[in-house]
């Protein structure tokens, strides 16, 4: 039976974290776009073409 020491575990969990995020960071792009496209949000946002016709008592 082989023993696997416990810095190379260490190395081991943390390069397929690094794969795991640059894989994440590789794919967000077109996940981003097939949310927008499900959505309909497109990633803009909205500008208001008048003023509100009432004041509101809201707290900012």
Same mark, same amino acid.
Request: charged residues 15%; glycine residues 12%.
């Given at each position: 039976?082989? $023993?696997?020491?416990?810095?190379? $575990?260490? +190395? *081991? +969990? *943390?390069?397929?974290? $690094?794969?795991?995020? $640059?894989?994440? =960071?590789?794919?967000?792009?077109?996940?981003?776009?097939?949310?927008?496209?499900?959505?309909?949000?497109?990633?803009?946002?909205?500008?208001?073409?008048?003023?509100? =016709?009432?004041? =509101?008592?809201?707290?900012?």
């Amino acid at each position: 039976m082989i $023993v696997i020491g416990k810095p190379r $575990v260490t +190395a *081991l +969990a *943390l390069a397929g974290l $690094v794969i795991g995020m $640059v894989g994440l =960071s590789y794919a967000a792009v077109p996940l981003y776009d097939l949310f927008c496209r499900a959505t309909g949000y497109g990633g803009t946002t909205n500008v208001a073409t008048e003023t509100p =016709s009432q004041i =509101s008592d809201r707290e900012m």
